[in-house]
C-alpha cells in the first residue's frame, strides 16, 4: 500500500470512503500505466535516426468521459529532402481529442527524431505522421500541422486533419478545414 | 573539412548566422541550436555552399554540447586567416536547460524574431 494511502486511512478522523477508493484506482491506474511504457524513465535511450513508427507508445486517458484538447509542440522537427538530400526543419503542431489511447509524449519525441535521415516531402511528413498517430491512439480528432522553414524563399505549411466518423469530430474536423487557412501562422 | 577561401575587401566585418544547426549529442540524441559567427576580413572569407555543407554534415557528428563552438571555430580558423573571429552557439534546452556556447572573440548577436524577418 501506498504511503499517500496509509496517512489518509491513519490521518483520518471521518473515513472518506471515496477517497480512499479514487486513491488506490489512482494508484492502479499509474501501475497498469508504468508497465506499459517501456522508454519513459527507461535509463538509457536509443536514438533511432530512420523512420521507426514501432517506437510510439500510449498509456490509457484517464478521463474518457471528458473530450478535451491535447496540443502537442515539437519545435525541434528535421527530415531530408528526399530529392537533394538537404535538411529541411520545422515545428509540428498535433492538436488531437483523446478517446482511450494518448500517445506518450518521449516515444513521440524519439518518433520524430527518426525522421532525421529520412527523405521525404513537407506534405508527406505531415500526413505519415498523421496517419501514423491515428493508427496508434485512434482518437476522437487530430489534426497535425507542419510549420516548415522557408526553402527557395517558400514555406510549406500543411495540415492533416482526421475525424473518427462519429458527427460531432466530423463536424469539428470539416470547420478546422474550412478555417485552416484565415489566419497563416509565422514559425517564431 | 575544409572550406574554399574567396577574396573579399579587406577590413570587412563578415557576419553569418544560421537557425539550422543540428549536431547529435553524446547520448546520441539530436541537439538543435543558433549559430552565429563574426569576423574581420584580412582579403578573405570562404565559400558559403562549402560552409552550407559541413554545417549539414554536423548533423551526423557527435559532440559534448560544450565543444561545438570550438569546433566549428576551427574549421573557420584552419580554413582562412582572419581577425577577431567569434562563434556563438545557442542551443534549445535539454532537460529545461539551455546552453550558450562563445569561442574566440565576443560579439552582439542580432537574433531575428521569427525566420521571415529580414534584415
Redesign the interface.
Known sequence: MSGSIQATLSGASHFNLLAIIRLLLDERGMMQREDELQKLGSGSTEYKYEYSPELLETFENAHQENDYWVTLNADEFSSLCPITNQPDFGTLIINYIPDVKMVESKSLKLYLFSFLNNGEFHEDVVNKIGKDLVALMEPKYLEVVGLFYPRGNISIHPRYFYANGDVKYENIKEHRFMQANMNPQRVG | MSLRKISIQKGTLVQMSS??L?F?GK????Y?GSLYISFISVGESFDSVDFKHYI?SL??RTFYAEDIAYEIFSTIAKSIETKELGVVVEL?ARGGIMQRLSFGAEFSVTRK????QVG
Open positions: 537557425n539550422e543540428l547529435l547520448s546520441g540524441q539530436p538543435r549539414t548533423r551526423s534549445s524574431n521569427n525566420i521571415f
